[in-house]
């Protein structure tokens, strides 16, 4: 397997999550729901799903499950993104929807605020990416093996001041990390990425600067389509 020809910095630390507060428990930031379907907001911070340990079981899935005994997992933000998730009600949902997701029925929008300035503004990042085993939950660029993957991107407003770029995201494919690791590739790392930016940028923020913003599908009960936005919170 030959070394990748994007080479991505190394994180400032091996638990580069573990830096993040605390979320308090409160009330979840409902959208909408009814008897098949749960949209909200998660945090930033928080995971979507239990990790291992006692430590790791607060979680999005964990608060949800406790108002709406019946919500099952469909899909996951990284613990540092904020942004629309959508929990499934019952396991014929959750299955609809699922199916979704895998066939690219979803259209998932992101902001995030990137380091420099892309050029062209907008376009296409096509790089196939595969776990970095022993960096893991670190993912990498591997043209031998792989899988595609697809991000799209378009530049909204650029910052001279602090170099940093506002840009809007549509990760076409959905591989763990994707957008982050892509966007680090070409150069251009999200602020405050404890993964995969280098230190210097790191420091810029307090948080990771990326927040599912626009969540579009076909209810699984009646085929209708919901579509949901969520301002960024920077």
Not at 103 to 110: C, E, T
Not at 151 to 173: A, C, F, M
Request: hydrophobic share 40%; proline share 10%; charged share 20%.
């Amino acid at each position: 397997m030959r070394d990748d020809a994007h080479m991505l910095p190394q994180p400032s630390t091996p638990h580069a999550l573990a830096h993040l507060p605390v979320i308090p428990p409160g009330p979840l930031d409902l959208l909408y729901t009814d008897d098949t379907v749960i949209v909200l907001v998660k945090p930033a911070g928080l995971l979507s799903v239990p990790g291992r340990g006692d430590h790791a079981q607060d979680c999005m899935a964990h608060r949800v499950q406790a108002e709406f005994a019946d919500a099952l997992v469909v899909h996951r933000l990284d613990m540092a993104t904020s942004g629309l998730m959508v929990f499934a009600r019952g396991k014929p949902a959750q299955r609809q929807l699922s199916e979704a997701f895998a066939g690219r029925l979803v259209d998932k929008r992101y902001e995030a605020i990137v380091h420099g300035l892309p050029e062209p503004v907008h376009g296409d990042i096509d790089l196939p990416l595969i776990t970095d085993w022993p960096n893991r939950p670190r993912q990498k660029v591997d043209f031998s093996d792989g899988k595609p993957s697809l991000t799209r991107y378009r530049t909204l407003q650029h910052d001279e001041r602090t170099s940093g770029t506002r840009v809007s995201l549509e990760p076409v494919t959905g591989r763990t990390h994707q957008l982050r690791v892509h966007l680090a590739a070409i150069g251009h790392p999200l602020l405050g990425d404890m993964l995969y930016a280098p230190t210097e940028v790191q420091a810029l923020t307090s948080r990771l600067m990326l927040h599912a913003c626009v969540l579009s599908f076909a209810h699984p009960a009646n085929g209708e389509p919901l579509s949901f936005e969520s301002a960024p919170p920077f």
